[in-house]
């Protein structure tokens, strides 16, 4: 006996085994979780054989269309007519939603689903190369028309929740205006496609570690910056996505440079990451260094924050098979080529080369680099000094926990000039690293220990530390002895760290800069929230350039949130959980409008304690939601 259901979330543990028994590239459990949990226009069954999960369907209802994601059977009951039935079910709810339409993806060589599909009606109506990634796989795209379904006319019908989510909304739209973005983004974009782009940048913003899939799920619940607020399909959005061109994000980025004050010295962060890419044909994705190594290929991305004024300046996205070091040289270029002179660059120690200092030398650019304390060069440099500044109270940079000394020294050894080494000490680092020495030492030992007189080998990060004997007849292992004056010297280091500044400058200057790079740092990490935490999902190059560009824009967003935010705090002089980008979306998206019965939006309750301090940072406050809500329900009814 089958019988088919809506799922819920007791059926999630089934359709997850059913899901990885039957597709290469399955959803995980949080992605159904989200389905069931969240997504407001998911609809999902799943087929019960005696109280078994046999076999589950899905779709979206975006608008006034169904868009199936998946459709799944296990293996062993393919004949019984399950994915008849669930087809059935879904026609069946979408006629019933009154949807004009139903449409899907499936692979060009699954025949079986193919001929179950054209059975339902099912036609042809284009193909999405290279779509599946693990196969590089075309897909056809079908649909289904149901040509007879009429759009309701009631004034009390909609395709907009009755609640909406407007705090975050208000704030990040005062947020655009006040940078221009809108104006900008109108130079190159018609005013249909800039709300959309801005749409699109929102929701990175506060659907931060969402997939992109889930965006209808948001514009059903969010004001919108499309005119009338109109909602698109996730095909429109992927053909406006596939549309955005280069001379589109490089005149942007020209525009957002060229009123710049040229004359101020500034530093510049340069962060970069790679993306592992589930792609098809997309020209900079090439296997390289991935950070995260999910044995696919990865595309580069960096971005260049100026610390100064502390706003995202520019991206670069090139090939994955390029390294960090061969592309500084590249972007010092262009940061020269967007009017930049008076510069200084922050960097981490994977830009470290004397190519690169010497490029930087030649073409007059100062830096900051962090060079960890693990380079033979600076491991001396600080045992040299050790005891002559950890003490000392002038010494004491109190803001950053340390003590600091500054001494110069060459890079390297073909160095034409000496540069500033900024000395570090940590209490508590050095601490900390202690233990963990000892506890990794420690670790090894019990480790080694259970191979004494048994056949092993073991790798050089035991050689390094270990002095390992081995029975010359049996090769088997024999004991271990530790190799104090290695472990004695990393402890003798525990704690310290250094920069190397090419100005001259304190000690204590030099950190500042150098932790000025944390704000691009937690911008940085905040990008997964769109292009993905570890890989990004497209199929199309046009569509993953436009990704990174709506990702920078959405940067530039966030960053003036955190800023306002972390100012606001500074002036409370106290801190508070509320006031992180994170946390303060989450506040002010409780902020909410309610249609009534008049068909009117209307505020559903007043500000809180804690929204009015967020509020605050951006100059706002519970009036200005009130007028804000007023206007925009005046916009919804406009739009209707």
């Known amino acids: 006996m089958i019988e088919i259901v809506p799922m819920a979330e007791e059926h999630i543990d089934g359709v997850v085994t059913l899901e990885e028994a039957t597709f290469s590239i399955p959803w995980t459990r949080a992605d ?58 879904l026609i069946e709810k979408a006629l019933e939603k009154e949807m004009t339409g139903i449409t899907l993806e499936v692979r060009m060589g699954n025949r079986p689903a193919q001929a179950l599909y054209h059975k339902y009606g099912f036609k042809a109506e284009g193909i999405r190369k290279n779509y599946y990634p ?62 959309l782009f801005l749409d699109l940048a929102v929701y990175s913003i506060i659907a931060e570690n969402n997939a992109a899939q889930y965006y209808p799920d948001y514009t059903y619940n969010h004001p919108l910056f499309t005119e009338k607020m109109k909602q698109y399909s996730d095909s429109t959005v992927l053909d406006f996505l596939n549309s955005v061109t280069d001379d589109q994000s490089t005149g942007f980025l020209n525009t957002w440079n060229e009123s710049r004050n040229y004359h101020e010295k500034i530093y510049i962060s340069y962060d970069s990451t790679n993306k592992n890419c589930q792609a098809g044909d997309i020209k900079m ?23 100064h004024n502390q706003e995202p300046l520019f991206y670069e996205k090139y090939p994955g098979s390029l390294n960090d070091i061969s592309q500084l040289q590249f972007m010092l270029d262009k940061a020269s080529g967007y009017g930049y002179k008076k510069i200084g660059f922050i960097l981490d120690r994977g830009y470290f080369s004397c190519e690169n200092i010497q490029y930087m030398d030649k073409c007059g650019y100062s830096f900051v680099i962090m060079v960890k304390g693990m380079s033979a060069l600076v491991n001396e440099l600080i045992l040299e000094n050790k005891g002559t500044f950890e003490n000392k109270r002038v010494n004491n940079i109190y803001e950053y926990g340390v003590y600091g000394k500054t001494i110069r020294h060459k890079l390297y050894a073909s160095d034409k000039k000496e540069r500033y080494f900024h000395l570090y000490h940590s209490i508590s680092k050095e601490s900390a690293e202690r233990i963990e020495i000892e506890n990794r030492i420690n670790q090894m030992t019990q480790y080694l220990k259970k191979y004494q007189n048994k056949v092993k080998e073991f790798g050089p990060g035991f050689e390094k530390y270990f002095n390992l004997y081995y029975d010359e007849k049996s090769q088997a292992f024999i004991l271990p002895e530790e190799r104090c004056s290695v472990v ?100 002010l998206e409780k902020i909410e409008m309610v249609r009534q019965l008049d068909n009117i939006y209307r505020l559903d309750h007043a500000v809180t304690a804690n929204q009015k301090v967020i509020l605050k940072a951006f100059g706002l406050d519970a009036n200005s939601i009130k007028y804000f809500a007023s206007e925009l329900s005046k916009e919804l009814k406009e739009a209707e």
């Open 32 to 89: 159904f979780e989200r389905e069931v949990r969240e997504n407001t226009m998911a609809i999902y069954y799943v087929a019960l054989m005696d109280g078994r999960v046999v076999g589950y369907a899905g779709m979206w209802h975006v608008v006034t269309e169904g868009h199936i994601t998946n459709v799944g059977v296990l293996e062993e009951v393919r004949c019984e007519g399950i994915g008849s039935m669930l087809m059935e079910k």
């Open 134 to 195: 693990d196969t590089k796989e075309d897909a056809i795209i079908m649909w289904k028309y149901f040509p007879d379904a009429e759009l309701p006319e009631s004034k009390n019908r909609t395709s907009r929740s009755s609640c909406l989510r407007v705090g975050t909304y208000f704030v990040l739209r005062k947020i655009i205006e006040e940078c221009s973005l809108n104006d900008i983004l109108g130079k190159y974009f018609g005013s249909r496609d800039m709300g």
């Open 488 to 587: 004695e010297r990393e402890l003798d280091l525990a704690g310290y760290f250094c920069i190397v500044t090419s100005e001259k400058m304190s000690a204590k200057e030099a950190i500042e800069l150098y932790k000025s790079r944390d704000v691009s740092e937690k911008l940085f990490r905040g990008d997964k929230s769109y292009l993905g935490n570890k890989s990004i999902r497209v199929y199309s190059e046009e569509s993953a350039r436009a990704k990174i560009f709506v990702e920078f824009v959405a940067m530039i967003v966030r960053c003036k949130m955190y800023i306002k935010l972390k100012e606001e705090m500074k002036k409370l002089d106290k801190k508070l959980n509320y006031m992180t980008v994170p946390a303060a979306i989450k506040e």
């Open 285 to 307: 994705v090439e296997f390289g260094h991935p950070k995260v190594d999910m044995g696919e290929p990865v595309f580069n991305y960096a971005v260049a924050y100026d610390t």
